[in-house]
């Protein structure tokens, strides 16, 4: 396959949600060599769904860092998304695109991507996921997490336990490690979503959660 190319024979939602729960999702820090080293590593560990995280950086540059973000998850089951850049994503090849709760309507997405194009939204309420017409929402911050407190107090797990009644999967972030993620499983999360957790080298590396 060609650089920028993707595979259309199988939507990819329907290879996302034919996997088994829990879904892990790795979100990069950045768009540096320490950030493709953890993508390397998550895709090896069977991640299911890699998001490159790297909003300051300017179009080209993380066009770029995504070709070789993809080279890295080459003959892995790992989807690949970027953060809110939806023109690059489609330059790229990815799988999909994660927008914010208040980011290009879900609709638009699909009219300009295709059906087949995995789309996810990052929510930071229960209600935000009600409304949400994307294919996954990821939902926090679950607990306390330096990389989150712009949004204020964590959720906890009473509010993800409301938003996993909706109908949109939900995956739990922020603060999640491999020592509460079963609880966030436990409350009807489809998964969990990371970014320093998975720069330990050690989250879920061995045994899915359970």
Same mark, same amino acid.
């Given at each position: 396959?060609?650089? #920028?190319?993707?595979?259309?024979?199988?939507?990819?939602?329907?290879?996302?949600?034919? &996997?088994?729960?829990p879904?892990?999702?790795?979100?990069?820090?950045?768009?540096? &060599?320490?950030?493709?080293?953890?993508i390397?590593?998550?895709a090896?560990?069977?991640a299911?769904?890699?998001?490159?995280?790297?909003?300051?950086?300017?179009?080209? &540059?993380l066009?770029?860092?995504?070709?070789?973000?993809?080279?890295?998850?080459q003959?892995?089951?790992?989807?690949?998304?970027?953060?809110?850049?939806?023109?690059?994503?489609?330059?790229? /090849?990815?799988d999909?695109?994660?927008?914010p709760a208040?980011?290009?309507?879900?609709?638009?997405?699909?009219?300009?991507? #295709?059906?087949?194009?995995?789309? #996810? !939204?990052?929510?930071?309420? +229960? +209600?935000?996921? +009600?409304?949400?017409?994307?294919?996954?929402a990821?939902l926090?911050?679950?607990?306390?997490t330096?990389?989150k407190?712009?949004?204020g107090?964590?959720?906890?797990?009473?509010?993800?336990r409301?938003?996993?009644?909706?109908?949109?999967p939900?995956?739990a972030? %922020? /603060?999640?490690?491999? /020592?509460?993620?079963?609880?966030?499983? %436990? +409350?009807g999360?489809a998964g969990?979503?990371?970014?320093?957790a998975?720069?330990?080298?050690?989250?879920?590396?061995? !045994?899915p959660?359970?």
């Open positions: 396959m060609e650089r #920028g190319e993707r595979d259309r024979s199988v939507p990819v939602v329907n290879r996302l949600l034919a &996997r088994p729960r879904w892990r999702c790795c979100i990069s820090d950045g768009a540096n &060599r320490a950030a493709l080293d953890t390397a590593f998550a090896a560990k069977a299911d769904l890699i998001q490159v995280r790297a909003k300051e950086m300017d179009a080209g &540059r066009l770029e860092f995504c070709f070789a973000a993809r080279a890295v998850c003959g892995t089951g790992a989807l690949l998304l970027v953060n809110d850049r939806l023109d690059v994503a489609l330059a790229a /090849g990815f999909g695109v994660q927008l208040a980011g290009i309507p879900v609709g638009r997405v699909r009219e300009l991507a #295709g059906a087949e194009f995995l789309v #996810g !939204q990052s929510c930071h309420s +229960a +209600a935000e996921v +009600a409304q949400s017409q994307a294919d996954f990821l926090g911050p679950i607990f306390p330096p990389s407190l712009v949004f107090p964590a959720l906890g797990l009473a509010a993800l409301q938003a996993a009644e909706c109908a949109v939900v995956l972030v %922020g /603060g999640v490690t491999d /020592g509460n993620a079963a609880a966030c499983i %436990g +409350a999360a969990v979503a990371a970014i320093r998975w720069q330990t080298g050690n989250f879920f590396s061995s !045994q959660v359970e």
